[in-house]
C-alpha cells in the first residue's frame, strides 16, 4: 500500500499524508504538516475528508486543483519509521471522576504535593 500525498495546484508543500495504518490492513490515517494524526478510516473517507478539512483554507477556492501524489518508498519508509516512533509513545490519558459533577476528567496534580 502507497502513502499518498494531498497538494493543491502546483505546490511543493503537501497539504496532508494518508498513511496505511500498520496494525490493522485496510485502514489508513491523515497526517497533518502540524503532526495531529487522525483516527483510523477507510481509504475513500481519509482522502475526502483531507480534501474538506483542506478545503476551509479560504485561499483554496477550485476543488479540481486538489490532486493526490504516491510518496516513494524511500520517503514513505521514512516517514513510517517517524510516525511509528510517534505511535509508539502515544498513551491514553488517565481519567479521574470528579467528585462534584461526576464527569470524567483529567488527574490533577496538587502544586504543593509535587513540591515536597
Known amino acids: 500500500m502507497l502513502t499518498r500525498t494531498l497538494r493543491y495546484g502546483r505546490t511543493t508543500q503537501p497539504?496532508?499524508?494518508v498513511v496505511p495504518y500498520e496494525r490493522l490492513p485496510g485502514m489508513w490515517r491523515i497526517h497533518w504538516p502540524d503532526g495531529n494524526i487522525s483516527d483510523m478510516l477507510n481509504l475513500a473517507r481519509a482522502k475526502d475528508a483531507?480534501?474538506?478539512i483542506a478545503n476551509r483554507d479560504p485561499a483554496r477556492h477550485n476543488d479540481r486543483l486538489f490532486?493526490?501524489?504516491p510518496?516513494?518508498?524511500n520517503a514513505r519508509a521514512a516517514c513510517a519509521d517517524a510516525l511509528n516512533?510517534?505511535?509508539a509513545?502515544?498513551?491514553p490519558l488517565p481519567l479521574e471522576i470528579a467528585p462534584s459533577t461526576g464527569d470524567r476528567v483529567a488527574p490533577t496534580t496538587?502544586?504543593?504535593e509535587a513540591a515536597e
Open 110 to 112: 496538587d502544586t504543593h
Open 50 to 52: 483531507a480534501i474538506v
Open 89 to 91: 509513545t502515544e498513551q
Open 85 to 87: 516512533a510517534e505511535e
Open 67 to 69: 490532486h493526490w501524489e
Open 15 to 17: 497539504l496532508a499524508w
Open 71 to 73: 510518496v516513494s518508498e
